[in-house]
């Protein structure tokens, strides 16, 4: 006889599905938070609490649960709501777009386990009331109750401050769990059986490891529910709580695991803690997709509406973990120098943009498929479309085409966030990305051969985007630790692999031409500055030495100088005697004389330093004169005494000479000697330290590897690497010293290098001056505007206060006519000032047009000149801050009236137009003569005669380019909307003809 029979699960199934199948906390909190976007909330926060018993809090605005929704979803274990399909409401959208479902199995909601046994879960969905339950996870972990045996506390509330004294009794009624207590005897029974076979088990596992047994399962779970560790003050972040929203969930957790606690408790010197943290923030930092462009959103790439947060709190004050403020994003790795930046299709052909030491290539650059590799086109199995975005940078210093300044800080930002990572939607897919993860064998390939294959995960930012509607076959496996290997991963995987090999051989890697083509060039550029960098710190050594020496002579030869005036009123010579005493004083003044005299003048000396090297130079001319007339004075006295031994007298005055000159070798013998001694103690204690630094970075390694955290590959290419970078900085410490001693060793004036090229940056300094002036302008523009808002009100208010007899005079009405135009132009020039949040935004042509019509309405009328604007510049729009694009145009149109001032009064004209893709302001004034169009966006050049600064074109170009766009001046008319001056400026991604 044939029969059947059903599976049946214990409790513990629960265990396995959640806490179990979940890596890391960090992928936990990635779950849920995917679980709130799946509920359309706008905002989700993980807050987590000190106290004797820290509490960590989930708070969202999404549409929440009713109570039959929790009971008949949220407590059933992979329910069919993630994948039936069905559409969610519009008002529990709450005016979003509709949302990709990220949850796949419907048991994302059990990873809260991970976090911390304890949980109080409080939802609230629109018109409907709060809606409370109390669940312990530990539950789950006795394989001998079944799930029909463990009752979930819960209940509605019609305000949420009625939770709290009703608390308690919802952990009695979860204790029933462990006590059996309740009305049914049948299932107390069975509870009761069920514990004790759990602690049973317990004992004799313990006995079996030869260990004493420790507390009962049954009993440490009743001494957990005894004091309820949840307080008011872990919802008091809660948007429902504070009245901002009608609708979202809470999830309070308690007995919160350690990953979390060294969030608030951050122990020094614990290594463990601190990997903790680096892995938590490494992992939950970019959980919105950065890389997507908002000038140019594709439908692959998008940044959905959706913020997070992780704060720590001590007390009342919080710290922030993670969030999007904390975040990188695409703008500020656009300035890197290798790009690659593109989209692959169905068929795995990659079509994009790359830029390669810092220059974008020319058009579309296309990289096939590998040949061996055949793309399903089947449903079940087939890739799809995907976006393809990564930045890097050179891993040394001589090879970089960056500025110093930015260099560093592209290698601040990648100890944080380098990693090649997957958003599916714009969130992301775990664990792709962490160092830890290697799956697209960057690594792998890289410990074959780093030069030719270039990338690295450590110096490299980058991501791939897919969609679950346009990759439905990239699924997640269970425990959310990848994606299922199934075929259109692997083909995934060898597409995006052979793009980064071919990318790397033909534009980055050691095997490029390009690089094998413009490394020379560009370590010759890097050893330049370098050199720069170096004999400006010679210059600032030498100007602080003149600086110390000015004050010490400027003291000491007036001093000398009238030692000198005494001692001619006092000579007197008779004898051959006097004459060997009045050599010897001279000798002794010419060396003082000497031993005062300064190292070369620094060209940029002013105000009380220039006064007192003039002072010091004239008394030192003084000085060398009085020894001049001493000298010839002492020559005729010779000649009139005919001394009897001239001899005797040039071997004794060769003898003291010899004396003095033997006198200061030793006196810069000492010097040296000291100096040298000094030196070779500091390069003895220098050798000690770079010896031992290796050492000290190459342990942690070889122990990883003991532990079995890491392979023996990834070991070694991790030493490779500590080797790569100590020789390279071992190189830029000792090198230079080798090579200034090899310069002293063949007589090259270091000192004199330090002054050369001093001119160039007297001027750069100047230049940089001018700048800070300018900046002090604009700041002083600023707060004026601040002020001159509120006298506006107050006189507004004034005139409007006015008697009628008095407002219809002639004169009220002039006040108020200047008043008005006063208040327009403080209107129009609200969005140029730099204060207050500086907003991205899409301007369309029209706007700008229509801005500067009302901003130059005076001018235009009194000048007679026609603003006109075509229908191409109406309909285009770019993506940037308005205060960064109006002052541009206001610059042209400004100095397009000013010019057409030459023209007969009527016709004069500018154009705002689009031609060949570019907008061009264009007017029909005298235009700009050829000499001056070099020096056109040159800081204070200008041509006016009146009110000229020369600062608005040089403002336009630094403004375009803050945001990647150009401006160029069109030399020649032909094509052009009219035949004056005409200015072009390339937008990046702007969109026109209505797009």
């Known amino acids: 006889m044939i029969e059947t029979a059903s599976f049946q699960a214990r409790a513990r199934t629960v265990d396995h599905l959640g806490r179990e199948q979940i890596a890391d906390t960090p992928t936990a909190i990635s779950e849920l938070w995917k679980n709130s976007f799946d509920a359309y909330a706008r905002s989700v926060s993980l807050e987590i609490y000190d106290g004797a018993s820290p509490v960590a809090a989930l708070l969202d605005d999404g549409h929440g649960m009713s109570k039959t929704e929790f009971i008949e979803k949220w407590l059933v274990i992979g329910t069919e709501s993630k994948i039936s399909g069905t559409p969610v409401p519009v008002e529990d959208r709450d005016g979003l777009p509709v949302r990709p479902k990220l949850g796949q199995k419907g048991i994302g909601r059990l990873s809260c386990a991970n976090l911390g046994p304890l949980l109080l879960l409080v939802t609230k969905r629109r018109s409907s009331p709060f809606l409370a339950a109390i669940l312990d996870w530990r539950l789950f972990e006795n394989p001998f109750l079944n799930f029909s045996d463990i009752a979930v506390p819960h209940l509605e509330l019609g305000d949420l401050s009625e939770l709290w004294p009703i608390l308690p009794g919802m952990i009695e009624a979860l204790r029933s769990n462990v006590t059996g207590e309740g009305k049914d005897a049948a299932r107390g029974q069975r509870v009761k059986a069920a514990w004790s076979a759990m602690d049973e088990l317990h004992e004799a596992q313990a006995r079996e490891r030869g260990e004493t047994p420790g507390q009962r399962p049954s009993l440490a779970i009743l001494d957990a529910l005894k004091t309820p560790a949840f307080s008011s003050r872990h919802l008091s972040t809660w948007t429902v709580a504070e009245g901002a929203s009608v609708h979202g969930t809470a999830m309070l957790v308690g007995d919160i695991n350690y990953d979390l606690i060294v969030q608030i408790h951050k122990p020094d010197g614990d290594a463990t803690a601190k990997a903790a943290r680096d892995k938590f923030f490494e992992t939950l930092s970019s959980f919105v997709d950065p890389f997507v462009d908002p000038a140019n959103a594709s439908t692959i790439a998008k940044r959905p509406d959706f913020t997070y947060q992780v704060r720590s709190w001590i007390g009342d004050k919080p710290s922030q973990v993670v969030g999007l403020d904390k975040q990188f994003d695409r703008r500020m790795l656009d300035g890197m120098e290798h790009i690659i930046d593109g989209a692959v299709d169905a068929n795995g052909v990659f079509r994009g943009r790359i830029k390669a030491f810092g220059v974008w290539q020319d058009g579309i650059v296309t990289i096939e498929p590998p040949l061996d590799v055949r793309l399903s086109r089947r449903p079940d199995s087939e890739l799809g479309v995907f976006h393809v975005y990564i930045a890097a940078m050179e891993f040394a210093r001589l090879n970089t085409t960056l500025p110093p300044a930015e260099f560093t800080r592209y290698e601040e930002l990648a100890e944080r966030y380098s990693g090649f990572m997957i958003f599916r939607d714009g ?400 209107r129009f020039l609200t969005p140029l000032r730099l204060a207050g949040m500086r907003l991205q935004r899409w301007i369309a042509g029209a706007e700008i047009h229509e801005y500067l019509a009302k901003f130059f309405k005076l001018q235009l009328a009194r000048g007679g000149v026609n603003l006109e604007a075509t229908t191409a510049f109406s309909e285009m729009r770019t993506f940037d801050q308005p205060s960064r694009l109006m002052p541009v145009f206001i610059n042209l149109v400004n100095n397009s009236i000013y010019w057409l001032g030459s023209r007969p009064a009527e016709d004069r004209r500018i154009i705002l137009d689009i031609v060949g893709g570019d907008v061009v302001v264009s007017d029909n004034g005298p235009g700009v003569p050829p000499e001056d169009q070099e020096s056109l966006f040159t800081l204070f050049f200008t041509r006016k005669s009146v009110g000229g600064r020369g600062v608005g074109l040089y403002l336009c170009k630094a403004n375009l380019a803050a945001g990647g766009h150009r401006i160029r001046y069109v030399a020649s008319p032909e094509g052009m909307p009219l035949s004056g001056a005409n200015f072009a400026i390339t937008f990046k991604g702007a969109l026109q003809n209505g797009e």
């Not at 991790?718 to 020789?727: A, F, M």
């Open 427 to 826: 969130l992301r897919v775990l664990p792709y990305g962490r160092t830890d993860n290697d799956f697209f064998e960057i690594e792998y390939r890289r410990s074959k051969h780093a030069g030719r294959e270039f990338w690295n995960h450590r110096q490299m930012f980058g991501r791939i985007a897919i969609t679950r509607d346009g990759n439905p076959n990239l699924k997640d496996k269970a425990g959310r630790e990848g994606l299922l290997d199934n075929r259109a991963a692997k083909s995934l995987k060898q597409v995006v692999s052979h793009i980064l090999q071919a990318t790397a051989r033909r534009y980055f890697g050691s095997d490029s031409s390009i690089r094998q083509e413009n490394l020379p060039e560009i370590r010759a550029g890097n050893k330049g500055k370098k050199a720069a960098e170096e004999r400006k710190k010679l210059q600032v050594r030498h100007g602080r030495k003149f600086r110390t020496m000015l004050k010490e002579q400027g003291v000491a030869v007036p001093a000398l100088r009238r030692e000198l005036d005494n001692f001619v009123v006092r000579m007197a010579i008779s004898d051959e005697d006097d004459v060997l005493e009045a050599q010897k004083a001279l000798e002794s003044f010419r060396d003082r004389a000497a031993d005062l005299k300064l190292p070369a003048k620094p060209r940029d000396l002013s105000g009380n330093l220039a006064e007192r090297y003039i002072a010091y130079r004239d008394d030192m001319q003084a000085v060398q004169a009085a020894l001049t007339d001493v000298a010839t004075s002492l020559e005729r006295e010779v000649e009139r005494l005919n001394p009897k031994d001239p001899r005797a007298l040039l071997l004794q005055q060769a003898e003291r000479h010899g004396a003095q000159i033997r006198g200061r070798i030793q006196g810069w013998k000492r010097k040296i000697d000291a100096l040298q001694k000094s030196e070779f103690d500091r390069l003895s204690k220098l050798y000690s330290e770079r010896n031992k630094e290796y050492a000290a970075a190459s342990t942690p390694v070889i122990a990883r590897f003991d532990r079995g955290e890491i392979d023996y590959p990834t070991a070694r290419r991790e030493l490779d690497e500590l080797k790569e970078r100590h020789v390279d900085e071992n190189s830029q410490v000792f090198e230079p010293y080798v090579a200034a001693l090899e310069n002293l060793s063949e007589s090259i004036d270091l000192e004199h290098l330090a002054s050369f090229g001093s001119d160039e940056n007297r001027e750069l300094r100047t230049e940089l001056d001018r700048l800070n002036s300018l900046a002090q302008l604009g700041i002083a523009v600023e707060i004026a505007g601040h002020e001159m808002q509120d006298y506006e009100e107050m006189i507004g208010g004034g005139i409007r206060a006015l008697p009628p007899e008095v407002a219809e005079t002639r004169a009220v009405r002039d006040i108020a006519f200047g008043y008005e135009g006063l208040t327009d132009q403080l």
